[in-house]
């Protein structure tokens, strides 16, 4: 859900200027090609977002080494990942992290295999954390490189 709700509020929003970004989301222990789950299917089509094509990757699919960003959900993926490539360290964080929202929980919780209801909650989290993100990104001029 995070991918394409980054990817969506990237396209909507005219004044940003990172549309040439690749957004792309790969799990610590997702099954490759995995199809989405029904209920994250209902709740990104709720907000006409159509998530149907999606399969799941797995991190390790993934060259770490080329990304620019590495944004987790919670502190124990980020740990994982740090632990497992540290000399990518300072490229990882939460999302939580990143876009400071204030909030009880530091960490996004995953609905796996709970109700549609969680799905929607968790949906609305993360939009509600991107957003906060690319606004302070607004603020942070991009250097671009030689």
């Not at 394409?4 to 099954?31: P, T």
């Not at 490539?85 to 796996?112: H, M, R, V």
């Amino acid at each position: 859900m995070a991918e394409y709700l980054f990817r969506d509020l990237i396209k909507k929003n005219d004044e940003f200027e990172l549309k040439e970004w690749e957004v792309c989301s790969a799990g610590i222990s997702a099954v490759k090609g995995a199809e989405v789950n029904e209920k994250a299917k209902s709740v990104m089509k709720e907000i006409k977002i159509d998530i149907t094509d999606h399969s799941s990757r797995n991190i390790d699919e993934v060259e770490l080494n080329q990304v620019d960003l590495i944004i987790t959900m919670t502190r124990k993926h980020s740990r994982a990942l740090i632990l497992k490539y540290p000399g990518l360290a300072d490229k990882i964080s939460t999302l939580k992290e990143l876009s400071q929202f204030e909030s009880n929980s530091k960490d996004i919780q995953d609905p796996f295999g709970l109700s549609e209801e969680v799905y929607r909650n968790t949906r609305d989290e993360i939009e509600a954390n991107l957003k906060k993100l690319l606004k302070k990104m607004k603020n942070i001029p991009l250097i671009e490189e030689d």
